[in-house]
């Protein structure tokens, strides 16, 4: 490539987004030999933001299992035997005491995640009361609770919920191959809703679930035809629950995913681009891959709804190793004390890591 077309490519790093990419110009994105790839979304990435910090969120499963939907990925739906252990709603103060723990651990945002197609009424009620008792933390909170009609939305945002977190999953054509029970359509709408009821969105979809790479721009087309785009857009790899219909689906190649961070990152130059599900399974190449593909975000602390996640100590490693840091909040007011609780667990862990190195060099000499 010329300095000349590095250049050009630089200035286009600082376009405002765009909402109408065709699908064949996100193919000809995905078809671009992979470092030019990933020059152009590290590019896009430090025009927006800070290369090395990365949201930090940690989930926790509300209420678990026994969901009506048949979602093919899913470990929590009804209709597949995974023998998951099925939990009715938590208690407020059990999911309090999580968020404080997480807030302790580092995270900035604390995401509850519901089995359900939709919440009931008599639910929400106890659910707006867990997002204002977390919010009082000083942590950000997201909800994702299936779907939301406009009143059940504008009822969680005045509660105070940040994100609510709804995915697309896949593309449209693929869709109906993976859930048969709610339309893509139902989705838009509750995303359009969540945006009406004035909260941020979080919004992305699973890779590896046997789709075409087509299905992967045309996944990425629609979200970015989103307006505004998604705050925050997760990226899963699928995690292969025994039991559920995709537990043996063939593995995606982990340069497509990290292809597929680089588009999603140069679709929607200013969203959080949330390296989500199947971290445990990947190694830390992938991840670094990842974060260098423009993904700044991650699920942070040893499990994600039901399934695991790399422990915490390993992502502090992992942060230490190439140099991370988490991203400090701009509107929380224990901005400083959240900021220090993760510096802070990431500087001990790499002087602890040091002294170990050193105690290794000394025995060597
Ligand atoms: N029931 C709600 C819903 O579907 O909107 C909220 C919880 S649901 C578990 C949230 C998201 O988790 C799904 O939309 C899906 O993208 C992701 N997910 C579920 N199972 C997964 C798996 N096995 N691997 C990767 N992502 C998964
Ligand atoms: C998202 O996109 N991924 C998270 C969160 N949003 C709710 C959930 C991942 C679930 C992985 C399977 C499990 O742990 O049950
Ligand atoms: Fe239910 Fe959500 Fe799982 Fe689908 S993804 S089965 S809606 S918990």
């Known amino acids: 490539m010329s300095d000349l077309m590095h250049?050009?490519?630089?200035?286009?790093?600082r376009k405002p987004p765009r909402h109408d990419w065709s699908l064949g110009e996100i193919e000809a994105l995905f078809a671009l030999p992979f470092n030019d790839l990933l020059f152009r979304a590290q590019q896009v990435h430090r025009a927006h933001f800070d290369?090395?910090?990365?949201?930090?969120?940690?989930?926790?499963?509300?209420?678990?299992?026994?969901?009506p939907e048949d979602c093919k990925y899913?470990?929590?739906?009804?209709?597949?035997?995974?023998?998951?252990?099925?939990?009715?709603?938590?208690?407020?103060?059990?999911?309090?005491?999580?968020a404080k723990a997480a807030q302790e651990a580092g995270a900035s945002r604390f995401c509850m995640g519901a089995a359900w197609r939709s919440p009931r009424e008599k639910d929400l009620d106890v659910v707006l009361e867990m997002v204002s008792q977390v919010k009082a933390l000083g942590l950000e909170t997201c909800m994702t609770l299936g779907m939301v009609d406009g009143a059940q939305a504008s009822r969680l945002a005045a509660a105070g919920l940040d994100y609510y977190n709804h995915n697309l999953d896949t593309s449209p054509d693929y869709y109906g191959e993976i859930i048969t029970?709610?339309?893509?359509a139902d989705r838009l709408e509750t995303l359009a809703n969540v945006r009406?009821?004035?909260?941020?969105?979080?919004?992305g979809g699973i890779l590896g679930m046997g789709e075409a790479p087509r299905d992967r721009a045309a996944l990425l087309q629609q979200l970015a035809r989103l307006e505004p785009h998604p705050e925050s857009v997760p990226i899963n790899m699928l995690v292969k629950v025994p039991g559920t219909p995709l537990e043996n689906v063939e593995d995606l190649d982990p340069i497509?995913?990290?292809?597929?961070?680089?588009?999603?990152?140069?679709?929607?130059?200013?969203?959080?681009?949330?390296?989500?599900a199947g971290r445990e399974q990947m190694d830390e190449s992938t991840q670094a891959l990842a974060f260098?593909?423009?993904?700044?975000?991650?699920?942070?602390?040893?499990?994600?709804?039901?399934?695991?996640?790399?422990?915490a100590t390993r992502d502090r490693a992992l942060f230490a190793k190439l140099g991370l840091h988490p991203e400090r909040r701009s509107t929380c007011q224990d901005d400083a004390q959240q900021q220090s609780s993760l510096e802070g667990a990431l500087a001990r862990q790499t002087s602890?890591?040091?002294?170990?190195?050193?105690?290794?060099?000394a025995t060597q000499a």
């Open 51 to 67: 290369a090395n910090a990365v949201q930090v969120s940690t989930l926790l499963s509300i209420k678990t299992g026994a969901c």
């Open 7 to 13: 250049a050009t490519q630089a200035d286009e790093a």
């Open 256 to 276: 497509e995913f990290i292809r597929a961070i680089a588009v999603a990152r140069i679709l929607m130059p200013a969203s959080h681009v949330r390296l989500s």
């Open 196 to 203: 009406e009821a004035g909260m941020k969105v979080c919004s």
């Open 74 to 98: 899913c470990p929590q739906s009804g209709h597949y035997a995974t023998g998951l252990d099925k939990e009715k709603l938590l208690e407020i103060e059990k999911v309090v005491a999580q």
């Open 292 to 311: 260098l593909a423009g993904a700044n975000s991650i699920f942070y602390g040893d499990r994600l709804l039901t399934t695991g996640n790399p422990q």
């Open 352 to 361: 602890q890591a040091r002294s170990a190195a050193l105690a290794y060099d």
């Open 181 to 184: 029970t709610r339309t893509y």
